[in-house]
């Protein structure tokens, strides 16, 4: 199919357009050509997030068993990054947010650390890593910290510890 132009007369002004079935193509084209997406668009996405902290924290810590691959509960949901220190054996769980931090984010902590200990594994710490947050997401953390937690293995476990970092401070921005 090739292009045709058209002629629309509008408010007494001749407008030259083209075919329907090749405007699309033109306006992509165009777009794709004069403004291309940031260098490191990648790293704002929750997977390139999740990848970059991975490969920081196996980079300072090697010998720690270091994954994004630690499901829970029967579904089979993942946890961001999974890590289990080679020294103590204990776990921090890490999820990666590429916005701002929002109480369903520590609530997937949550669900993460419960599940967790539901397979026998006791979670040190719960790290939520957002662009930014605001104070009274602070405040549901703290409270959080304060409800019960699960039995392990038919035995009262550890408290809640969710703490929520920026990405900045962590060297992910």
Do not use: C
Request: net charge negative; aromatic share 8%.
């Amino acid at each position: 199919m090739g292009t045709r132009q058209v002629s629309i007369r509008a408010d007494e002004g001749l407008f030259l357009g083209l075919a329907k079935q090749n405007i699309w193509n033109i306006i992509f084209d165009e777009l794709n050509s004069k403004y291309r997406p940031p260098e490191k668009i990648r790293e704002t996405t929750e997977a390139g997030l999740r990848d970059k902290w991975k490969s920081m924290l196996q980079n300072t810590n090697p010998d720690d068993e270091i994954t994004s691959e630690q499901s829970v509960w029967p579904s089979g949901t993942r946890i961001d990054v999974y890590r289990k220190s080679a020294i103590d054996h204990s776990i921090i769980i890490y999820e990666l947010e590429a916005g701002k931090g929002a109480p369903i984010h520590l609530y997937q902590l949550k669900m993460y650390w419960d599940g967790l200990l539901l397979q026998g594994e006791q979670p040190k710490e719960a790290v939520l890593m957002v662009e930014d947050y605001d104070e009274k997401l602070q405040e549901m953390a703290n409270i959080m910290n304060q409800m019960p937690t699960p039995n392990l293995n038919n035995s009262p476990s550890l408290p809640y510890n969710f703490k929520i970092e920026k990405h900045r401070d962590k060297g992910l921005a």
